[in-house]
């Protein structure tokens, strides 16, 4: 696929160029759209239709952040620690093919490690309740 005045996008998949091609479109006459027009002066404002595609920023963006202060009137008032835990390049495959069962030991191995260190006096001393 071509894009304009920009160079060749790499290979992407069918459902990826879908999403491209609605946010390209987004509020453009490529969607349609209405007039509005002013009953006292005639003014009019053509409005164009959203694609309201999930990953459309302009769609999409007062949701995001709605759904984010809701999360965030969730949080505790102490200090959060992001951690992540990654699988080896050559489980990848093995990963994509198998998703529910090599997360699922994903998840279990981190909850263990979290538990595992937090325990540990030298780190957080902390204990399950």
Same mark, same amino acid.
């Given at each position: ?24 479109? #987004?509020?453009? /006459? $490529?969607?349609?759209?209405?007039? =509005?027009?002013? @009953?006292?002066?005639?003014?009019? &404002?053509?409005? %164009? ?9 302009? #769609?999409?963006? /007062? $949701?995001?952040?709605?759904?984010? =202060?809701?999360? @965030?009137?969730?949080?505790?008032? &102490?200090?959060? %620690? ?12 093995? /990963? ?34």
């Amino acid at each position: 696929m071509e894009r304009r005045g920009a160079k060749p996008m790499p290979s992407c998949k069918l459902g990826q160029l879908k999403v491209i091609s609605a946010i390209e479109s #987004c509020r453009t /006459a $490529a969607l349609g759209g209405h007039v =509005a027009r002013c @009953e006292d002066c005639a003014h009019e &404002v053509i409005a %164009y239709n959203s694609c309201r595609n999930r990953h459309c920023p302009k #769609c999409q963006g /007062a $949701a995001a952040r709605r759904w984010l =202060a809701e999360r @965030e009137a969730e949080l505790l008032p &102490v200090p959060y %620690y992001h951690v992540v835990f990654t699988l080896p390049a050559a489980i990848g495959d093995i /990963a994509y093919q198998n998703k529910a069962v090599i997360y699922d030991l994903l998840f279990k191995a981190s909850a263990e490690t979290v538990i595992t260190i937090a325990a540990d006096p030298k780190h957080l001393g902390a204990r399950s309740a």
